[in-house]
Each structure stands twice: as structure tokens, then as C-alpha cells.
């Protein structure tokens, strides 16, 4: 029986299938604590008054957290309280706007990156708006509102982070003046829905669709949005040679497009464009014991045993006291330790597997016996590589008691006890509340799904048969750069592949690794979605110039406050000039004149201080893209500006300076 699955008293049964939430990009791991809390400055006491003092007689480049407490606070009065009504309001936008001047420069190709030291001196270089307001410890309640925006385009589309924050920025920079002057919220409001909703048919209404059908023309968009994704990144220099690497990734996947079965490995060394593509598998060796050398390292179809199994004599006098009188006892139970290894060795070397895979130590007696056998072994594989090993697939398999099948899942009770859980099995304990009675069931991760090279991680070997062996073409160990990899390659069911990249410092291939994470999510956007529309401030110019002459057509306050958000559109094209050096105001007026004349597609030209047809030059972005960022910019900036109270819990200021990354993401191992 595998672990017990197929045990008379379960039936197992694919329920439904639920998408697992994507789990955080991977990079995100290695963003451990805030920046600013390292920061040499004190961190201000009260919200108001010391952080401008400060500034006035340092003479020096305010921290981002004095800059938001003064600028909250400048707008108002001395002595007028800031934490109701207009003032609020105010306050909560021009800590908005300060937000946005962090990550102002990052935009576009010629955008500048960020360099973001932690408190425990890690240094992390990104040009993504997520990124850097992840690692900036914001702590205005309002301003906090933007980094939620840039996290959430991260998460949905990956790509446009910045452009997200700048947009609810200037939205609300826009409406400042008509909120001081006592302008309802409520009308900003419906204008912005107005607004924003006029601006999502128009994009719907002017993308252009490629046809899937055609797979060369597909193609061809897919690399140009990737292109146009990795422009604005550090390794623009190489865009072309990582989109192709991209998009061939992103087309070797099944249809559900599972980010995590794109496997980046980061090997220090050698040039950029000496990264590659792998399709297949490819982890770095583990550690590995004696008598390892001995084994072969290329094996041509063999079966893998995927493995979940500790392959060492276990010191059993670190867990348990054992009293014995004499030698021969002693032997006794020496003997039973080496009879329980040999035993489970000898049943994987029976079930013809050639590499044997464990997620547990594989210690120096098993090493040697597959050795002498020309069997090939790996201990403490990490558990995302030998899930994608066998291509963990995400969907959710409910195990229901007998009896019940059928019932709507909720009702698909009883506790099935752990032991009986079965191999390679993961499961997610949840609770229900069905009639008033909180209930658990037991929610299976299939990992026993169908894989990459077939088989499944197997917790125990008494059951190694066939059916449970994955299989591959190749498996080779080789070497990259300094490293040893494990590579399975001509997987028949591999819908998985790995991307191995080479590089220079540490820091630069983490960028890298971002950057090609924002590429990769583009290119499954525009595969699922694929409408595409031009970039560059193209598309932004043109809503902007649809924007305005609506509200030509319309009287009273929502004219002025559509013909606000449209002049906020601008923000893109016009940031996009600053950070390239050009002279805005002139490219804008160029551009302006252009659309009006029914160019839909100008946008900034970036080579020749210019403006030019993006959509011929192939400045691609999925409308997606944009589609997202105006509705969560537009969003936030009326969440930000239907608050007008701030109300805290009186302990909350006095522990003002909250502790040193908050515990966030500390002690986490990488
Ligand atoms: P985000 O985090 O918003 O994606 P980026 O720094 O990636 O920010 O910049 C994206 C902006 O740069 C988009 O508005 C995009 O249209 C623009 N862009 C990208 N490539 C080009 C290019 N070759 N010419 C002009 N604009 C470009
Ligand atoms: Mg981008």
C-alpha cells in the first residue's frame, strides 16, 4: 500500500481543484529586515515637530522616514491637529507624494536602481518598485496603502510596480488643491470610478490582439513584451538574449502556467549570457559523504526513487536510554540498527532504481553500498527541487471518509489520522464550521500527482514499486562555474525547466533573478491575455488626451476632477523624460499635438530625446499591464482619500519606534 492511500477505508477522489495561492516570488525570501531601521539618524520621537528641526539644521539628505514625518506634517498649521478632517486628508496625501518621490526615478529604461542596506547590512540593488517599497519600513498608516498596491500589481501581473505607485501618487496629487479647497471626497470618488472605468473600455477598445493560432506571430509578441519588461532593468543590455530564454521557459510549461515549475538557480561566475535554459530539473549537488566519488554520474533512462527517507544509522542513544548487562546485548542492538538500514537499502537497490533522491540525510554506510552497486545518491535534496522532480501539480485533492462521497466538500469530514496520510503526501489540516460543529478535514497537495520524471517522494521503501520510480533520459551530474548540478534532463512528462544563471556579484544576480521573474509573469500574462498595447507613455498619453475630451462634454466639479486624473496620466511619459535627461515639457507638448492628431500610438522615443510609434518600435506591455495599475492606483487613491480620520490606539504611540523589523521575516532560513 503507498502510505496507506489506498486504504479500504479512504477514498480518494479529485473534489475540485483549487488554485494554491502563489507563493511569494522567491526573491522576496531574501528581504529580511527594514533598511531605515539601520539607519544612523534617530528615528523621530513625535510625528511633528523635531523631524523639520532636524532637516533644517543637518544640512543633509533627509531619511525617507524624516521626509514623510515632516511633510505630514507641513501642510498644517502649528497647533492645528492633523488627525481629522481636511487637515487628515492633506497630511495622508503628501505622505502619499513621498512615497512616490522614493521610487520616482526607478521608472523606465533609463531609471535609476536603488541600493537598500538592512539592518544587518545586506544590501539588496533593484530598479522594482515592489522590491524597494517592501524593504522600506513604511510606517504611515496612509502611505502603507501604496506599498499594498505595489505588492498586489507584483503578485497579479508582476510587472509595473512602479508605474502603479507613481499613478496613485499623482492622482492624488492632482486633487489636492480641490480637497483643500473642501471638496467632497465623495465626489473625487465617483469621478475617479467615472474616470477610471472610461479609461479601461478605451485600452479594451484600442489593444490589439495577436492570434493565438498563429504560434510565429504569437511568439514574436511574447518576446517583445518581455523586451519591453527587461528594458528597464539592469540586464537591458542582454534583453534579447533573456527574453528568448524567457519565453522559451514559459512555452515548456502545461497550460496552467505554475510559476514555481521555472527552477532559477544562481551560479557565481562566468558572463551573463553564459546562463542557460535546461529543460529538465538541475539542482545544485548536495552534501554528500564518502564513497560518493565511487558513483556514477551519468546514467542514461534510469529510474529515480524519490525519497523521503533518513538512510543512516541513527545514534538511537541521543533519543532513548537503553540499559544493557552485557557485550552480547549491546552487539544485539547494534546488530538491529545495521539490519533496519540494510534491509531498507536493499529493497530501493531491488526496485531497480539507479538515483536515489531523499529530502533526508543519505549518511556514509548507504553512500557506499549504492556506490558498490553503480547506484547514484543524493541526501537533503531541497524539497522545491525534488517537488519538481516530479512536478508537483497544484491542484487539490480532498480525501473523503468512505460514506461520503459526494457531499459537497465542506462536508467531507473526518479526521484522517497523520499515519495513514500516505507518502509524498502533503496535507493541509483545515477546519470547517458546517452547521454551527467546527469540523477538520484533511486537504491533499497531490504531489503524488503525475511528475516530471514521473514518480512519487515515497516515505517509506516498502513499497518502491514501478509505478512510484520516476523515469528520465539523462541524468547527469556536471559542472557549472565552481559548482557540481544534478541535472535530469528529457523528462517524459517534463512540463518543468530550470534556468541557471551566471554573473558577478551576489547582488547583481539577485537583480537579475528579479528581473526575469517580472518577464516571466509578463509573458504568462500575455499568454493567457493576449492583448497587447504600446508603451512609453503611449498608452497612458492616449487615455489622457480620450480623458479630456470627455470631460469637455460633461459640466460642473466632475469635469474639473476627470480633466485632474487625465493631466495625472501624464505622470508616466513625464517621469519616463526626467530619468532619461530629456526635456519633458517639450516631448509632452509634442506628444500631446500627436494624439491629438489621431497618432494613438506615441509615445516617448528613448534613444532620441523624441517621440516616436511605439507600437512600431515594439515597446510591447500585455494591456493587462496597464488594465491593472489604473484600477489599483485609482483604487488606492480613493481609499487614501475617503479616510479622514486617523485614530490610534494610545499604546501604539507610545512604543512609537516599533522594534527593529518587527520580527518580519527574521531568523528566516534562506
Ligand atoms: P514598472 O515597475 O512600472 O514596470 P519599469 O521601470 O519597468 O517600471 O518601467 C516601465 C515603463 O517603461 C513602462 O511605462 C514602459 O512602457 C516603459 N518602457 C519600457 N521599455 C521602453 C522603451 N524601450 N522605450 C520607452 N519606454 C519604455
Ligand atoms: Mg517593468
Redesign the pocket.
Known sequence: MVGGLAGDDLELEFAFLLPVPSSERSSSAQVVAAPLASSPLPRPTSACAAPMEALRTRQMQPTLEEALAAHTSYPVERGTDSSQGIPQLVSNISACQVIAEAIRT????R?MDKLLVDSRGKATIS???ATILKLLDVVHPAAKTLVDIAKSQDAEVG??????TLLAAEFLKQVKPYVEEGLHPQIIIRAFRTATQLAVNKIKEIAVTVKKEDKVEQRKLLEKCAV??L???LISQQKAFFAKMVVDAVVMLDDMLQLKMIGIKKVQGGALEESQLVAGVAFKKTFSYAGFEMQPKKYHNPKIALLNVELELKAEKDNAEVRVHTVKDYQAIVDAEWDILYDKLEKIHHSGAKVVLSKLPIGDVATQYFADRDMFCAGRVPEEDLKRTMMFSEAVRVIKVKGEVGYPVQRAVGTVPESSMGIGLETRRQEVCWSGVSLHYWMILPSCAPQACGGSIQTSVNALTPDVLGRCQVFEETQIGGERYNFFTGCPKAKTCTIILRGGAEQFMEETERSLH?AIMIVRRAIKNDSVVA???AIEMELSKYLRDYSRTIPGKQQLLIGAYAKALEI?PRQ?CDNAGFDATNILNKLRARHAQGGVWY??D?NNEDIAD?FEAF?W?PAMVRINALTAASEAACLIVSVDETIKNPRSTVDAPPAVGRGRGRGRLH
Open positions: 526607478t521608472l523606465g529604461p531609471g530598479n522594482d518598485g510587472d509595473g510596480t512602479t508605474s502603479v519591453t519588461a528594458s528597464s532593468k517580472d508603451g512609453g507613455g508616466i519616463l509615445g516617448v528613448i511605439n515597446v506591455e
